[in-house]
């Protein structure tokens, strides 16, 4: 079918006015009198509607379309006249409406506010409301920004495995993946369940982080990232955190904590740019009805120079807020997530990047530093959210690595391969994760992660 969608009509209103035209979408509401009806059409291609005019005199079947419920899908023929004068640049003269589906008057959306709790109950039909279909549109395109961001720069996309026999992270939240038969599984002599007789011959789960894959490329080819899914069994039911999500990981050979803290600053700074360019209607109706610092907070971060603290500085300015928080701070504890908002929100007024923490809190890869108590890791932590990336130098000499890996009772034999990297060619990198779901939160300003993801599974729910 040969249709005009309405963000080309939005686009360049001159090249369609007063000629016939075929648009089709979904009925969001409809208003009339006896003689003329005023249709509002969603067809999704962007965030405006289309006031559709019925005329009694010149639209078959006026009355029997006059009772059409919100929701509905239909195909309008006519022509486009251009109103400067009114509230909505044109608008439609009707001449031909043919239903596609008719709506009843039970669907969920009707034309009243409805709180975001209610519409997760509803998310195969959510991403039909304004709110939720921005929050889809900006997804898009920051996720388009991204590669658009790496690719400028040289950046090679690869793609690391989602089924894996290691744990990047070494924080044991991992989903595993079986097809043995769990009432009656295989058992090796000593009793426990044989892996060996599983698909792969071995235990194996969903990933938790490209990382690991991700470091092996980019010690081939310079510059990757990987940009996927990522499989968390994290048993904490909170606004920011989703058991399915998806992680922005670049890796650079022959780069240090530094380089690696610009580069993740220079891509915030480019993909908030690109969505501002590319999304203005969406961020203008969440700047009104989700978050009223939105436009001006973003508008700020483009430009500024993002603030870095070393942990140990971090914990002593936090130290002196103590009164302020649920758990105290002090030297080697993991920042919760008060404790990063407060160094964000209250002292850096802005993104900071967090520095060099204690090793026993960080992952078994980081580089150790000369002091022997920290590592070269860094946190960006952004207002409103807390970490929004995390990242580091990585361990590139073997002896530290292994003796690190073996403190911590790690399978040394499991990593063989990890290891490799650090005899054959061995160099300095660094890299880092973006969790992509906190990332839009942040360019929203919507405060759930179960609003971001248009299917979230958290602990508990996996429906839709
Ligand atoms: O800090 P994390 O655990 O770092 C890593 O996984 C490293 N391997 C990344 C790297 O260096 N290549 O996770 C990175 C980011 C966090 O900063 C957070 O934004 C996001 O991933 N994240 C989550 N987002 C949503 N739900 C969860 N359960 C998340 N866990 C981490
Ligand atoms: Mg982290």
Redesign the pocket.
């Known amino acids: 079918m040969q249709r005009t969608e309405i963000c080309d009509l939005f686009a360049h209103p001159k090249d369609f006015s007063d000629i016939q035209l075929t648009l089709a979408g979904w009925l969001r509401t409809l208003r009339h009198s006896k003689s003329i009806g005023f249709l509002e059409l969603s067809d999704g291609s962007c965030f405006d509607t289309l006031q559709v005019v019925c005329n009694e005199n010149t639209l078959p079947d006026f009355k029997k379309l006059m009772k059409l419920g919100s929701g509905s899908a239909i195909i309008v023929r006519g022509t486009l006249t251009l109103t400067p004068d009114a509230r909505q640049p044109f608008e439609l003269q009707a001449t031909k409406i043919e239903i596609e589906g008719t709506s009843p008057s039970d669907y969920p959306l009707q034309k009243k506010h409805h709180s975001l709790e209610y519409l997760r109950e509803i998310a195969h039909l959510r991403p039909r409301t304004n709110t939720l279909s921005a929050v889809f549109r900006i997804r898009s395109a920051a996720a388009f920004a991204i590669h658009h961001f790496f690719h400028d720069r040289g950046f090679y996309y690869i793609h690391t495995p989602i089924i894996t026999s290691s744990d ?2 070494g924080a044991g939240e991992m989903f595993r993946l079986t097809t043995l038969d769990f009432s009656d599984p295989p058992h090796t002599k000593n009793g426990a369940v044989d892996f060996s007789r599983d698909f792969f011959g071995l235990p194996v789960s969903l990933t ?2 490209g ?1 690991l894959e ?1 470091e092996c490329m980019a010690m081939a080819m310079g510059k990757t990232y990987t940009f996927g899914p990522t499989f ?1 069994a ?1 048993d904490s039911n909170t606004a ?4 399915e ?1 998806w ?1 922005v ?1 670049p ?1 650079i050979a022959f780069a240090d904590l530094n380089d690696d803290r610009q580069l993740a600053q220079d891509m915030m700074q480019s993909v908030l740019r690109a969505v501002m360019n590319e999304c203005p209607k969406e961020l203008d109706f969440l700047n009104q009805y989700i978050d009223k610092d939105l436009i001006t907070r973003l508008t700020h971060v483009v430009n500024a120079e993002f603030s870095c603290i070393d942990y140990t500085e971090a914990v002593s300015l936090l130290e002196k807020n103590n009164d302020h928080f649920t758990y105290p701070v002090s030297w080697g504890i993991d920042l919760q997530t008060e404790h990063e908002r407060f160094l964000t929100e209250e002292i850096c007024k802005g993104p900071v990047f967090v520095v060099n923490y204690p090793k026993a809190i960080k ?1 078994f890869y980081m580089r150790q530093n000369d002091d022997g108590k920290t590592v070269a890791a860094m ?1 960006m932590l952004v207002p409103g959210i807390g ?6 130098q990585r361990e590139e000499r073997e002896d530290i690595l292994r003796a690190r890996m073996r403190e911590l009772g790690m399978q040394s034999a499991n990593y063989q391969w990890y290891l490799d990297l650090r005899r054959f060619g061995s160099a300095k990198h660094s ?5 992509f ?2 990332l839009i939160m942040y360019l929203t300003g919507i405060k759930n ?1 179960r609003d971001v993801l248009p299917f979230p599974r958290t602990a508990g729910n996996a429906r839709f």
């Open positions: 990047a992270e938790v982080s990382q991700g968390r994290e920011r955190h989703a058991a999500f992680m990981e890796e992952a946190d970490e929004i990336i995390g990242g580091s890299g880092f994760g973006l969790g779901e906190r992660i």
